[in-house]
């Protein structure tokens, strides 16, 4: 197995001098807690701007939680993949009930991470979202719909590795995206990582704390 990074830290340093052509910019960087948060830890020492974070939760298939029919972001309203629903057909009151625990820890880390206090400052702002690899996109898509409604000036995602058949909603989503590894076959984002250790709340609390 040939591994494409060595942990996080090593990815966002090589994301962060992808992205290097938009310090000029002075975008507003925003991760996906967890893991998100360590990839653009790194990026914004290159970039030499602050980050915040903008929380979106997978909305997992019953039965197959790691696999993400939808998902939901701090406006509280649900998207999903049309074509994945029509495939797995889950009944109204289990995904209901998925809703509600995802939206429970959604709050949960919104007020953990950030006091509680919504995102404020991004009209006509450049905004990176990153997040240490793209699987389905659900989460990412629902981020951006979020986004969208501050009128950014521009909508960028950014990670080290994602799948080479980009999800078509999310190139509508998005401006941009940048992406530093195409894969034909990419079973899961952690395979390329030697070092891909669960995060854990005091991590990403320890980094954001650099910036608050």
């Known amino acids: 197995m040939t591994y494409l990074f060595v942990d996080r830290e090593n990815a966002g ?45 997978k909305i997992g298939a019953p039965g197959h939680p790691e696999f993400g029919i939808g998902a939901i972001s701090e406006d509280g309203k649900p998207s999903f993949n ?26 949960r880390r919104v007020k953990l991470y950030r006091g509680g206090h919504k995102l404020s400052g991004l009209e006509n702002k450049t905004i990176i979202v990153v997040d240490d690899g793209l699987a389905t996109g659900v989460t990412a898509i629902s981020a951006a ?5 501050f009128h950014p000036k521009k909508l960028i ?37 030697l070092s891909f250790n669960q995060v854990e709340d005091e991590e990403v609390l320890n980094i954001l704390k650099k910036y608050h």
């Open 82 to 107: 049309k074509d994945v629903m029509s495939y797995y057909k889950p009944e109204e009151r289990l995904l209901n009930g998925l809703i509600k625990k995802e939206t429970h820890e959604l709050k």
């Open 157 to 193: 995602l950014a990670v080290p590795v994602g799948p080479s058949a980009i999800n078509p909603e999310l190139n509508e989503a998005y401006d941009e995206i940048i992406c530093l590894q195409l894969l034909r076959n990419l079973r899961s984002v952690g395979e390329w990582y």
């Open 13 to 57: 340093k090589k994301l962060g001098h992808a992205l290097e052509y938009l310090k000029d910019d002075k975008p507003v960087i925003l991760a996906l807690p967890r893991g998100g948060v360590i990839i653009a830890d790194e990026v914004a020492k290159i970039l030499n701007v602050p980050i915040d974070v903008v929380i979106s939760r």
């Open 145 to 149: 719909n979020y986004l969208k409604t």
